[in-house]
């Protein structure tokens, strides 16, 4: 009977509200997993076509000044052994991606804002860009800067930026963060970015501690109220080294059904922005990302760091990856998603659908 959700679903994509956001994310009936996922696959393929983009990412540092209570690579965390790339390895690691047709790269770290970082990635998006002939694209995932900053790097050749602001709730928010970290901050940056001309990311925790589904339903309105242009978000997935390690009895199927089910909602309610399926799906179900795209995802993020610092980037426990080199998963991703009937578009930067239309006013 999953036809009687399609009016809910179709007006919810119409005109959503909280509390029909809300009411959605409760109900855990199999045949609204399901009728949801028909409906956003087809708002997807409608908007975007069957098509996937692969960002190589390159996790090039797990050196953090942030102290997260969820995150495994916290400053607090002494157990982490600390490592940076060289310029050598992240463009080495770059010229992969170029060879292999991957149309971008996201350079992903913990959080640093010392003039030595500031410039390091200055200088790497200088360089990336050139030895790709300026045909990679570049997105950043390094956290809080002044604008000064989003502007020199964007003036560098980055395009595109993640900053997930991880909760839309100011309270959750300083319930997973200590004093010295401000959500109000968090939120003043996602402005700065826009304003300095990037293609704006931003995303957040799914089912971590203390959130209410109405914290989610609230999570999608702020997509919508700041009209962003990407997406990543991903399910809570505790780390024993931290504070939120062993708060609450963790349930793998409920977490994954969730990410799920925001992904869907998500996408019918935005259309045509970029969604990822994150690699945090994939530690949940070996096929999450792929169930990632069937709920409406169209990035999918592979990883290309070397094997040697994949441990190193345990933000959560059990993350896939660490043995798979880049050729390898390239394989695999590329079959599983032909299997769906989708395409892989290499060499194209896939920029957000969303930002272009905005762009054109
Ligand atoms: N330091 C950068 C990005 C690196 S962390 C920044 O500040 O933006 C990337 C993302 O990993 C975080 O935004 C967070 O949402 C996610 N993450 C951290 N710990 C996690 C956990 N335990 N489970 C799931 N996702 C987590």
């Known amino acids: 009977m999953a036809r009687s959700y399609d009016a809910i679903l ?48 390159i996790e090039f ?50 959080e640093r804002r010392d003039p030595a970082f500031v410039d390091k990635i200055e200088w790497l998006l200088k360089e990336i860009k050139s030895l790709s002939h300026g045909s990679l694209g570049v997105t950043l995932s390094v956290g809080e800067q002044d604008l000064k900053t989003y502007e020199r790097w964007f003036q560098a050749g980055a ?33 700065y970015l826009r304003q300095s001309g990037y293609q704006v ?80 799906l994939q530690a949940l179900s070996p096929t999450g990302r792929e169930l990632g795209l069937r709920a409406g995802a169209n990035i999918i993020m592979p990883n290309v760091t070397d094997l040697a610092y994949r441990r190193g980037y345990q933000l959560y426990q059990n993350k896939p990856g660490l043995d798979e080199n880049a050729v390898e998963q390239r394989i695999n991703l590329e079959q599983s998603i032909e299997a769906l009937g989708e395409k892989v578009c290499y060499g194209e930067w896939g920029d957000s659908l969303h930002f272009k239309k905005r762009q054109k006013g």
């Open 159 to 191: 395009h595109r930026y993640l900053l997930r602001i991880e909760t839309s709730n100011p309270r959750l928010y300083s319930s997973l963060h200590p004093k010295s970290h401000s959500w109000e901050e968090r939120r003043r940056c996602l402005d």
């Open 10 to 57: 179709e007006k919810t994509a119409l005109q959503p509200t909280r509390q029909g956001l809300r009411d959605l994310l409760e109900n855990d009936d199999p045949e609204l997993l399901q009728a949801l996922t028909r409906h956003a696959y087809h708002v997807k393929t409608r908007e975007l076509g069957r098509n996937v983009y692969f960002r190589g990412i």
């Open 61 to 110: 540092s797990n050196i953090c000044t942030k102290d997260c209570y969820y995150c495994g690579i916290r400053k607090s965390n002494h157990l982490v052994n600390r490592y940076e790339l060289s310029e050598e390895e992240i463009l080495r690691e770059a010229r992969w991606c170029y060879e292999n047709h991957y149309g971008s790269l996201v350079l992903q770290s913990g």
């Open 201 to 280: 990311g931003t995303g957040f925790l799914i089912g971590v501690p203390g959130q209410t589904f109405d914290d989610m339903a609230g999570d999608i309105l702020f997509l919508k109220e700041i009209d962003i242009d990407m997406v990543g978000m991903g399910p809570f997935i505790p780390h024993e080294e931290t504070p939120l390690g062993s708060s609450a009895p963790f349930d793998p199927l409920r977490q994954l059904t969730l990410g799920l089910k925001m992904i869907a909602l998500v996408r019918m309610v935005m259309k045509d922005v970029n969604i990822a399926a994150t690699t945090a």
